[in-house]
């Protein structure tokens, strides 16, 4: 088949993770897979770095913006009718949009996938309706939790939702990869006790909720550390937050870093402290491949991976106290860090791996068009 994937996010992160990982295992299975995203967009970058096709004349722009929206529409209705995709699939709520308008010129109309990534609530307007029931042809979701959100708002029949688990790069996220040189960059002891998250400064992400934890913590352990990597708009609220707790020389905020998998190396504890829309966390499956013990918020499918007692600890979203505890019980039981963590990367190698999610999606694909033919 001859794919199309479409993201409508300029950085790094979850979405346009699952998308690379995707593409490039359904090219290992055979396929011609094309991606696409704004200009100078990471997604796009990446992609040609690793020899996809890749197509970047867009805009993408949030919100409503006709002028924009036209430009993209038409700049895809061309790009379409010279490559002739058998498949188009999106990932955003722009890049859906101006990819359906474009689909839509073509008779019969174009089969567009899209993915929900998050659980974040879709307005039950008109034109939604109108989007999900006459130009999408199926929806896969990364968790069953954002099926349950989407049949419950009408928005698609259940025999047209699929949920696929993501899957991070077994490849690239080695646990023998040597901790010492980033250790040694950020000022990290060899005997500090290393908490990591990696997300984006978002306010749903729930940094400052960890950031209240660590200021419960610090106190009684002189040599743990907490190392935040990601960049966003909520930087300044939570560099405001570790000011107000004196934590400034306990908590490194790394900013947007291509070596995750070193940091992953240099880190002990994983955390992931979602408030809402956390549909499964794929930066989770990173850290459980490193053989990282987890602990993270009860928010949408994050509990499809971590497991409560098995894989890591689950704690109510936005409880910073609760946060605190479960992170206290791994900070002083290595051998139990060591249980949590080779568990989750046996259940990540065993249920999340870029075959089964090409695999997966490539059966997709397949029942559309063999609907199409029938």
């Known amino acids: 088949m001859k794919i199309f994937h479409i993201n409508m996010h300029n950085a790094w992160g979850g979405q346009p993770n699952r998308v690379l990982t995707k593409s490039v295992e359904l ?68 890049d859906t949009w101006v990819t359906a308008f474009a689909a839509r010129a073509f008779t019969p109309r174009l089969p567009l996938v899209r993915t929900r990534h998050n659980i974040f609530p879709i307005k039950g307007s008109l034109a939604n309706r109108w989007l999900y029931r006459k130009c999408v042809d199926h929806v896969i979701t990364v968790s069953p939790q954002v099926n349950v959100y989407l049949e419950s708002q009408g928005l698609m029949k259940p025999d047209d939702i699929t949920p696929i688990y993501s899957a991070p790069d077994p490849e690239r996220f080695d646990p023998a990869i040597d901790p010492a040189g980033v250790r040694e960059e950020l000022g990290i002891s060899p005997d500090d006790v290393v908490v990591v998250k990696v997300a984006r400064l978002a306010p749903e992400k729930g940094h400052v909720h960890l950031v209240d934890a660590a200021a419960m913590l610090c106190p009684d352990f002189p040599t743990l550390k907490f190392l935040f990597a990601g960049t966003g708009r909520s ?92 992170l206290r019980n791994l900070i002083i039981d290595s051998g139990l860090r060591r249980r949590f963590g080779e568990a989750g990367r046996a259940m990540v190698l065993k249920e999340f791996t870029p075959r089964q999610l090409a695999e997966k999606t490539e059966a997709v694909y397949r029942k559309i068009l063999a609907a199409r033919a029938g």
């Open 27 to 94: 090219r290992r299975i055979g396929h011609e897979v094309w991606v696409a995203g704004p200009r100078d967009c990471e997604l796009v970058r990446r992609a040609r770095a690793v020899g996809l096709p890749a197509f970047a004349d867009l805009e993408l722009r949030r919100g409503f913006h006709p002028l924009s929206m036209r430009r993209d529409i038409c700049a895809l209705r061309d790009l379409f009718r010279r490559e002739k995709f058998d498949i188009l699939h999106s990932h955003g709520s722009q």
């Open 235 to 326: 930087r300044s609220d939570i560099e405001a937050r570790i000011a107000s707790h004196g934590l400034g020389d306990r908590i490194i905020l790394a900013g947007f870093r291509g070596d995750v998998p070193r940091l992953l190396a240099a880190s002990d504890i994983f955390v992931l402290s979602p408030t809402a829309g956390e549909s499964l966390g794929t930066s989770i499956l990173e850290g459980f491949l490193m053989n990282l013990p987890a602990v993270a918020t009860d928010v949408g499918g994050v509990c499809e991976s971590v497991r409560d007692g098995q894989t890591g600890f689950l704690v109510a979203p936005g409880d910073a106290q609760a946060l605190a505890e479960a």
